[in-house]
């Protein structure tokens, strides 16, 4: 048995099922009950465990919310433990739990291992874990992408290591073709912006600006402005200083200090303190004598000049004419300039771009049909094994005659690349179109299988194909909603038959309406409701011995205790355990 078993879910409010727990065990697991009796609750819950969509619509009438919980035995080292543990969750005893709760008015939450995750976790640990197959998987199969996709993942590295280079190749041809476009469709967006940029360059290498300049021109026309202002305020305190000679009777602060000075020198001998504080008046006295001489020379070289104070402010009003347009100030405009520059190299430089980035893409879409024709041959090839292995199959599930087969073709498209001579539509998988085609008997033409398939024959299609890939690609459980759908007799018994075998390799869960495919479960559980229409703890059990005949002559009959029907159950019954 694979690792990674199903152990228990317990659901609760979720559509008719008011509280119920269902225990499943490795091995075929059978799921049977009357019609709305809940059965396919048991899928939805399982679905919602696995990160499927919340349907508010699911919420049993008059709760407030919906929760399932699960638990999961998992491989040790297996890629689903490493995600589970990578979002933080913890293991219990070697299992995972699960929850999944949604409320009535839409809001959904989901634990794992304790832990709060996104919904999306659970869906990426899901893929590892399950395999889930129901009607809506069916009508999936019908759509070209799924079956290129189901050949695809048979064919495992074959097909994965050439489809990885293609689809490199890919994304770089779209993005340089994205880029190629975005040059030649906006040339003239580009050509205006080119235009403007050289303007606002000649302008401002017209100017000449230097870093700072505006500063310094300011401060500059400020000095000259009020120059007469300045010079006699420097006249004043030079004379407050330093005296003035007009009028020799004055005080001065210079004079005042000096004779200060000279009294303390007097008498410093006599008291040390006293003479620290008489150098520090010489030491004023020094200073006031170089302040007042530097106030002289600033009122000597202080010269009111119209003529500067015009051309400063012609200057400066040039300046302001690029700070209006370019910048705060100069140093944002030469930062602008500097910018602008190398934008118009990279517009100049379009045609030369242009070319480059058509060589480029021409080179890519030569690789890219060389590897597209790799991909188309190794498809062909997993196409005829995988046909085959379907074919097997569906003579074990009373189709003896039915033959499977796969076309693989491509469109035409000028755009496209070239394969094989010719020019063919291509997309982020191939050039290929995938299409499962279906001939149920001999001399009959094989048809797609949307087309030639009934719903008996595409479910045991299905089957197949999932028993095929149990082979090369197994998840640890398989859980099949009416896979049954349209079938009866003995492709009914065939397909018990064949569950059975998948069973032996990992969990198989099916809900069923036919008694031929429940009597080949290990285990068959019941679902029935109680007479409020609920399905409550006891309406889940599992049935053995004589219940189990009596539900299978219900299902065969729709009476228990009709004898017939009980012969019939106990020779399924029989049937089963003899092929087992």
Known sequence: MVGGVLEEMRIRSLGVIDDAVVVLSPGFTAVTGETGAGKTMVVTSLGLLLGGRADPALVRIGAKNAVVEGRIAVPARGTAVVRAEEAGAELDDGALLISRTVSAEGRSRAHLGGRSVPVGVLAEIADELVAVHGQTDQQGLLKLSRQRQALDRYAGDAVAVPLAKYAGAYRRLRAISAELDEITTRARERAQEADMLRFGLDEIAAV??????????????????????????????????????????????????????????????????????????????????????????????????????????????????????????????????????????????????IDELTGERDVLRTELGGLAQALTEARTEAAERFAGAVTAELASLAMPHARVSFEIRQSDDPAGVEIGGRTVAYGPAGVDEVELLLAPHPGAPPRPIAKGAS?????????????????????????????????????????????????????????????????????????????????????????????????????????????????HAEELLATARADG
Do not use: C
């Open 208 to 353: 000449e600006p230097r870093a700072g300049e505006d500063v310094e021109l300011g401060a500059e026309a400020e000095r000259l402005g009020h120059a007469e202002a300045l010079a006699s305020a420097a006249t004043a305190a030079h004379a407050a200083l330093a005296g003035n000679p007009e009028d020799p009777e004055g005080i001065d602060a210079a004079t005042l200090v000096a004779g200060a000075h000279r009294t303390l020198e007097a008498v410093r001998s006599h008291d040390s303190s006293l003479a620290e504080l008489s150098g520090r008046i010489g030491e004023i006295n020094i200073l006031l004598r170089d302040v007042a001489g530097e106030l002289a020379g600033y009122a000597d070289d202080l010269d009111a000049d119209p003529l500067r104070l015009a051309a400063v402010e012609e200057r400066r009003a040039a300046l302001t004419q690029l700070t209006r347009k370019y910048g705060v100030d100069i140093d944002a405009v030469l930062a602008w300039a500097e910018q602008g520059a190398a934008r118009l190299l990279e517009l100049d430089g379009d045609d030369e771009r």
């Open 455 to 567: 719903g008996g024959e595409l479910s045991r299609v299905m089957l197949a194909v999932e028993v095929v890939f149990a082979g090369t690609d197994p998840v640890p459980t398989y859980l099949f909603d009416e896979v049954d759908a349209g079938v009866g007799g003995k492709a009914a018994v065939e397909i018990g038959r064949r569950l059975a075998k998948l069973a032996k390799t990992a969990q198989v869960v099916v809900v069923t309406h036919l008694p031929q495919v429940a009597a080949f479960a290990d285990r068959q559980l019941l679902v029935e409701k109680t007479n409020d229409g609920s399905v409550t703890r006891s309406g889940v059990k599992v049935l053995e011995g004589e219940d189990r005949v009596r539900e299978l002559s219900r299902m065969l009959a729709g009476q228990e205790d009709s004898e017939t029907a009980r012969a």
